[in-house]
Each structure stands twice: as C-alpha cells, then as structure tokens.
C-alpha cells in the first residue's frame, strides 16, 4: 500500500519553478510533453522530489507530485498530449455532458470544464488511493467546477479488483491481471451502465478513456445495456491495436474509428480504420455513425 501521506495543501512553486515552466511551455510539437518534464535536463533543473506543488491547467489551479511523470508535465509543461487537447478543443462544446475515465490528476477532466463550461457536467472517474488525494485537493481548490469525481474503477460488471500502481507514474496503474506495480490495492469497480442510472445520465457527448489495458472491460460495462446511452465520441488508448477487443466492440455498435498518429508534431491528420498507419496509432477515436456534421467538421481539412 502507498505510504504517501494525503496532501490535502501543497506548496506554490518556487520562482525558479516557474520560470522553467514558462520556458517548457514554449514547448512547439503536439507530442513529447511528459518526456520533455522527465528528461535529464528537466530533472537536474527542477529535481523531481516527493513535493506536492500548485500548476495551472487552463487556469484552473492543480496539485501535483513533483515526482510523478503526468505531475511534472502538468507543472512543467501544461499538458501531458496535446493530440488529446486538440480533439478537446474539437468536439467538447459548451453545454456538454462528458466523462473522464481514468482521470489521474486531473489534467483533462479540467481541460473538459473548460469547454464544457456552467451549464456542462464532466464525470471524473479514478479509483487510486495514490492520485484521489491530490485530484480531492484540486477540485476543493477550484470552487464552482462542473465537475463531478467517482472515485471507483470502471468494469463489466460490479465486483472489487486489484489496481496495480508503478512508481513515477501513477497514471500507469492498471486493472490488469499479472501488470507490473510498486503496490496494490483492492477497488471497487462498477460498470458504466449502473452509473449512468444513478446519475440520470441519458447523453454523453464525449468520453476519454484511458485505464492501462482496461478499456474493452470499460465498454463492455456500457454495451451490455441496450439501453443505456452510448457516447457521441469515445477518445481511448489502445496498446495492442493488433488484438484490440475495444476495436470489435466499438465495431458492433456502428462506430467509425480513427487513429491519432503517435508522431503528430505540428498537426494531427486522422487515419481511418483499414487505411495505412491505422494498427501504428496508440490514441483511437470512435464516432457514433448518426453523429451530426456539425460535430466533426473541424477534425479534417477533408472532412470525416
């Protein structure tokens, strides 16, 4: 078990701290921010040290681990992978209902509120003992966000699983049986269908998920149910695109998918399912076949 104590207050950043954070920032390409605040030269200028400090994430204020790889990306750089912010940016309109599943420290779900504004909701959902202090302590911070945190994991089915959480990255922890972790915990995981009934959620305009492995599970907690409300645009990560059961399941249900190209450096150009490049992508987004045009007319130059 993680013997970190909760950080219900951190620290602001030292003058040095933010002057290297307004330097990272300038930071040019879409893709490499959480190795850039994890380089070598990033560590020797701000030491990653066992420090809770304050970042800004679209203004709004976030606490982060200053030894934790998305936690110095957030402080460092103000973004973990600008490719997600960019179809954020995209898709999450004012007003919108949106879920962050696997919400880590917070980074996107505050990215979403931004967009989604007074009369949005996001759903944040993350189940680490290791991140729901410092994600507790940001929404505190931060009065009147539309956010709303679920602090247990996202399965098929109810049920309690062991989550697997590495050092250095908290957001690598994983629901996956036999993943590598400094410790374990027992979760509490329901599917998403029984969420949204006690909710009341009956539309989803857009859903993130990233959850290590986990995501076919996630959906299949949402598919089971005819009858519950399938997302206009599901953004996920996918590691094995090779024997992707996400890729079949989206599939079945009529979703047209697109990868997001690892190497997107000053641009993101979709690569349709079947096209080449496809099974190379590690960021997928599906979209629901009757999603209206006006929805997805800025994703392409070409349209989608």
């Known amino acids: 078990m993680d013997t970190r104590p909760e950080c219900a207050v951190g620290r602001a ?15 040019p390409l879409l893709s490499g921010c959480g190795s850039l605040a994890s380089s070598r030269l990033a560590c020797s200028l701000v030491p990653r040290v066992p420090d809770a400090v304050w970042g800004k994430v679209a203004g709004y204020d976030c606490l982060v681990p200053l030894d934790d790889l998305v936690g110095r990306a957030i402080l460092l750089v103000g973004d973990l992978d600008r490719k997600v912010t960019w179809a954020l940016d995209r898709l999450v309109r004012p007003g919108d209902t949106v879920l962050d599943v696997g919400a880590n420290l917070g980074l996107v779900s505050l990215l979403m509120a931004r967009r989604v504004g007074a009369e949005g909701q996001v759903f944040a959902f993350d189940p680490s003992p290791r991140i729901l202090p410092y994600l507790r302590a940001t929404l505190a911070a931060n009065s009147g966000l539309p956010i709303v945190l679920e602090d247990h994991a996202l399965g098929r089915t109810e049920d309690r699983l062991t989550l697997h959480v590495p050092a250095g990255n908290a957001g690598c922890a994983s629901l996956v049986e036999g993943r590598a972790g400094d410790f374990s915990v027992e979760v509490a995981v329901r599917p998403l269908s029984a969420v949204f009934a006690d909710r ?36 996920f990560e996918e590691n094995a695109p090779a024997t992707s059961l996400s890729f079949g399941l989206l599939r079945d249900e009529g979703y047209r998918l697109f990868g997001l190209p690892k190497r997107s450096y000053f641009s993101v150009t979709l690569v349709a399912d079947g096209r080449p490049g496809f099974a190379d992508c590690h960021d997928y987004m599906a979209l629901r076949a009757d999603l209206p045009a006006n929805r997805t007319r800025f994703l392409a130059p070409s349209g989608i």
């Open 13 to 27: 950043p030292t003058s040095f701290e933010r002057a290297m954070s307004m330097l990272f920032h300038r930071w």
């Open 200 to 235: 009341g959620i009956t539309r989803v305009d857009f859903m993130k998920i990233d959850v290590e492995g986990f995501e076919a599970e996630v959906l299949q907690g949402l598919f089971d149910d005819a009858s519950a409300p399938r997302p206009c645009v599901i953004l």
